[in-house]
């Protein structure tokens, strides 16, 4: 049977990519409010963030965790079952720059969801019992994740990364968490728990305006500017010799590679994109074919830009089996090489193109998905026009920028490689290709 190859069919304009009705306003006490209508079903989505960079990790992330145990007139329950009566929820969480809240609740109850919220914002309370439960909580989730390879594989690579830079550690260690008291957490809340500086996007069947007015008549009482937070530039990556952790007994050794990146506002961000897309950004990828469909050396890999406030990063990982560790470094070094030195085929780039437009579109098709890029676009100071900008940086993209953002990003002499398996059975697969460094677990 002959195959028959079949031409792609013609790009969509980007210029179609329309934007949804939106309203933003800076309220008097510092927090910026975006509101927009995507009226799909009468539900909104709510997310706040708000600047908690150089936050004390350990009673940072308990905070994160205990945030919604309790006000001065509310129990855990009492919030609980307020926010389910308008049909919605709240939760929080973190990352290395901001503490996140996100939710939603029926577009007629977001007077009320705002009302608790604001509750929560100014009058958390912390209670001893409920702190301690979170407390173990959080313990118990920690101590399962250093168990967890991928969770191992991603601390050395922090850790070899950024070295003394606060990105280097983003997970606290148990003990330091068990030693986290509720006044610990009081005195976090007051100091940093602030509107300054903070965001807050709705999403939803609501009028933008009026959904703006209401959040500043909720919120209005919130008020007051937070510690300093800003964290400094993230180091310059520093290639050098390969860093084996030993994982004695592993099955598998965890592959990671850390490349330098563009931040999104770069003019060569969107053709750094695609050569990310070709190389591993994506299941059609080079990587993946190679790696994975060809040599059946792993179930999966995958590549993707990492941003964070202080600087960005290219992240390639991949679970292999011990045997053939040396060999998946070997072809994900030449696939490196290859995306770095061979300009994209034209059928495979337009194949990468479509895949990274597609993406964006269904990322924004939903209130869940819109919220959710919206609020993370604010944190960098980006409006959702970036969304219309960055399409049609994409869609304009030549195969020779590809090529020459894989050449000055993606070449395999940029990178930082961390592997966590068996050293016994592995270092010498991986001394026959380039330095190891070893390092306990």
């Known amino acids: ?54 936050a004390p ?101 922090l850790k070899r990364m950024y070295g003394s830079h606060p990105y280097a550690v983003q997970t606290p260690e148990p003990d330091e968490v068990r030693a986290v008291e509720p006044e610990a957490l009081r005195r976090l809340h007051a100091d940093r728990v602030r509107p300054d500086g903070a965001t807050l996007v709705l999403v939803g069947d609501i ?65 750094l994109t695609l050569a990310n897309m070709v190389f591993g950004g994506y299941f059609s990828s080079r990587w993946v074919e190679n790696i994975r469909e060809d040599k059946g050396y792993t179930y999966g890999s995958h590549s993707v830009i990492e941003h964070f406030v202080a600087g960005s990063a290219l992240l390639a990982a991949a679970d292999v089996a011990t045997e053939v560790t040396g060999p998946s ?35 924004m098709s939903t209130q869940a998905g819109l919220a959710g890029l919206a609020s993370v676009y604010a944190g960098f100071g980006l409006r959702l026009d970036y969304l219309r900008e960055h399409s049609a940086a994409l869609a304009a993209a030549t195969a020779e920028q590809v090529a020459a953002a894989a050449a000055r990003y993606l070449a395999p002499s940029r990178g930082v490689t961390v592997v966590l398996g068996d050293a016994e059975k592995v270092e010498p697969q991986l001394a026959a290709l380039t330095a190891v460094e070893r390092s306990a677990q």
């Open 1 to 54: 049977m002959t195959s028959v190859t079949k031409a792609l069919p013609d790009l969509i304009p980007d210029a179609e990519l329309t934007l949804p009705p939106q309203a933003e306003r800076k309220l008097p006490t510092g927090l910026t409010v975006i509101a927009i209508r995507r009226a799909a079903v009468p539900l909104v989505e709510v997310r706040l963030r708000i600047p908690f960079g150089r």
């Open 57 to 157: 990790l350990a009673p940072a992330t308990l905070l994160s965790q205990a945030l919604f145990t309790g006000t001065g007139t509310m129990s855990m329950l009492d919030i609980a079952a307020e926010l389910q009566a308008v049909g919605g929820g709240l939760a929080a969480g973190l990352d290395p720059d901001r503490l996140q809240i996100s939710g939603n609740a029926l577009a007629g109850g977001l007077g009320r969801t705002l009302e608790i919220l604001a509750a929560v914002l100014t009058d958390a309370a912390y209670p001893g019992e409920e702190v301690v439960t979170e407390r173990e909580r959080l313990v118990d989730h920690i101590q399962v994740a250093l168990s967890q390879p991928s969770h191992l594989a991603r601390v050395a690579l």
């Open 207 to 271: 009028d933008p305006e009026q959904a703006i007015d209401l959040a500043e008549k909720m919120l209005g009482g919130w008020t007051g500017a937070a510690g300093d937070g800003v964290v400094p530039p993230t180091p310059a990556l520093r290639p050098g010799p390969l860093l084996l952790v030993d994982r004695p007994g592993s099955v598998q050794s965890s592959l990671r590679i850390a490349l330098p990146a563009l931040t999104r506002t770069d003019p060569d961000y969107a053709a």
């Open 329 to 363: 470094l070997l072809e994900t070094t030449y696939e490196l090489g290859r995306i770095a030195s061979l300009p994209p085929g034209e059928e495979e780039l337009e194949q990468a193109r479509r895949y990274a437009l597609g993406t964006l579109r269904l990322g």
